[in-house]
């Protein structure tokens, strides 16, 4: 059997719109007078989180945005809580490595939206993780790494655009640090921004994205939604066709944003209002091109998509979450769970639990951390606990006789007893955040290390489940027998946390972050982050050397790698090796390697595919460069191929400003995760 995975950044972009839906555009836009193309640049009061007035005259309809990248955020005016999905996180279904289940969550989320009334889902979120304690990495697709987003965020903005609403790539660009994030500059060089911060939403674009949202942050000095040179990048560079709007309030002026490329103010007029671009005109500082360049793509976006046949007609007040939904997002969450450890006990895995041998299962711990705050937020209409989703898989599998009790572990001596009198102990334990500030240290915090390692002293037989919305310590990870870390799981969390722990889904989760063993491994200085001065600058000096690559060029081996991920198999990967180089752009070097299911269970594998580039190249050690989610069953055998791109074997080089491949040795290495290689092979160029 013979599976191919593309690791180009590939897709037509479909944002560059058909000619027909620009002759359109251009014909309404020619019927518009300046008022009416004044009143698109910015947003009005409305019922939901963003609001274009529709033009009744010229059968323009309205535009309706709305939160979030991960499910509709019900608010006051958008009907009762618990009306739509609360799904589990970004950084959560990031960890699957799965396209297919990105698209169909992506999907899924849409249908609520556009059942809702809106038009614009505000998301993915496609961020990249450089600072491990961010407040909003639970929000985003990438984790650490450019490629894995920019492969991830295919499907998401297709998933979203191919049920007639409009995607929105955010935050557009650098806007890793939440602390003081309307005023931070992130001093960042040209060639970091290209080959690390720029790739995911430069897939966006390739995938055909019709919107991107700007940052509040500062780049270089300068804001980012009247940041020319980045929105240049954006534009010339990445091809973008659609438009530009802004963060809530993140927009700083009149003629340096429009003349920059910011089409777009939310979420109402003070720059953008009608006064200040007519004054701005009357003036001569922006043309009048600028605003029908602004409007020109707004209305191709929105013939290209269908609404002008297809206006929105759901209902904000509707209930659109479902049983089928429900049921997804429990998948999703089982599906992209990681399971870090599953030591022998007495000589045997402790999972998958063997119900035949236990009489008592004590759960203790937090049972209502499920989501992350701020705009991401969507409230559940039901959280199903640990307890709860262990109770359902027992009686499914018709043990209800089996105990399963339950302790918030507030109390230590209460839940030490309770642990010392059942066979098996699952302790939960959970922290989060949110929108607009980052985590003040990566520790679980109350007293829940404490917690584990007493529950750990008088029963063995302890399995640890992390919720976090990003990596955590775990001082006790060496002691511990078995962990699973579902991140921010969302409703579902107690039924997916228990489809891994009786294995009825083999868990195939891989880290999208790397786990520290310690607070600021990385060794960020004080100019790195926070950032120093009033206001304050980040200096990016680590340069590509964030995650793993900072890992591999230290030499230092964190708590859990990039990529890894265990499964209830094993699998045996061989005859690694360079099928053909040829001159196809974008399958440039293609190679091949079999992978043997050597396990008694059917599981999903995946694969990565990094590659080193030669000295001259001055990259870091190794770069993920290629994977894919691969199913097999019991001695399944199956043949997979990695294409890389020119693209893929080039550096940015800023003399040029432009993509160059450095001629030179390449290894590629293959293996289940950054710090456990299988097999490589080297090639030249």
Known sequence: ILKTITSSLLLTNIASTSSDSSEKAAKILQQMNTTEKLAMLHGHKGLYIGNIDG???????????????????????????????????????GSSW???????WHAAMATEFKEKGATIQLGPGIGIARVANAGRNFEYICGEDPYLGSVLVTPAVQGIQDQGIMANAKHYINNEIEDQRKLVSAEV?????????????????????????????????????????????????????????????????????????LHQEMPFGIYFSEQAVEKALDSGEVSIDTIDNAIMRMLTAMYDIGQFDH????????????EAHSNLAREIAAKSSVLLKNSPVNGQPLLPLKVQDIKCIAVIGDNSTVSGTGSGHVTPAYVITPEEGIRNALDNAGFSSVSVEYNDGQDL?????????????????????????????????????????????????????????????????KEVPAIIESWL???????????????????????????PNKDNEVNFTPRQYPGIGHPPSAYYTEGLFIGYRYYD?????????????????????????????SNDSDSYVTLSIDITNTGLLSGSVTPQLYLSFPEAAQEPPKILRGFSKVELSPSQKQTVQFQLSQRDLSIWDVTTHNWKIVPGTYKALVGESSCDIKETVSFDI
């Open 413 to 477: 001596t209460s839940a030490v007893t309770l642990a010392s009198t059942c066979e098996l102990v699952v302790v939960n334990v959970a922290t989060t955040c949110g929108e607009g500030n980052d985590r003040e240290s990566l520790s679980l915090g109350n007293g829940q290390d404490e917690l584990i390692t007493s529950i750990l002293a008088v029963n063995p037989r302890t399995i640890v489940s992390v919720v976090s919305p990003g990596p955590v310590l775990m001082p006790w990870s």
């Open 553 to 581: 060029a230290h030499n230092l081996t964190p708590n859990f790698c990039f990529g890894h991920g265990l499964s209830y198999t094993t699998f045996d990967y061989k005859n690694l090796q360079v099928a053909s180089i």
């Open 311 to 322: 206006p929105p007609v759901g209902d904000r007040n509707a209930i659109v979450t479902s």
């Open 489 to 515: 799981p969302g409703q579902e969390a107690g039924n997916a946390l228990a489809d891994i722990l009786f294995g009825i889904i083999n868990p195939s989760g891989k880290l999208p972050v790397t786990l």
């Open 55 to 93: 033009n009744e005259r010229l059968g323009i309809p309205a535009i309706h945005m709305h939160d979030g990248p991960q499910g509709f955020r019900v608010t006051g005016t958008t009907g009762p809580v618990g009306s739509t999905t609360a799904w589990p996180s970004g950084l959560t279904v």
């Open 98 to 104: 799965d396209v297919e289940l990105m698209y169909k």
């Open 189 to 261: 060089d040209e060639r970091t921004r290209f080959e690390l911060y720029y790739p995911p939403f430069d897939a966006a674009v390739k995938a055909g994205v019709y919107t991107v949202m700007c940052s509040y942050n500062r780049v270089n000095g300068v804001y980012a939604c009247e940041n020319k040179e980045t929105l240049d990048h954006l534009y010339n560079n990445m091809g973008f066709k659609g438009w530009v709007l802004s963060d809530w309030t993140a927009t700083h002026s009149t003629a340096e944003s429009l003349n920059a490329g």
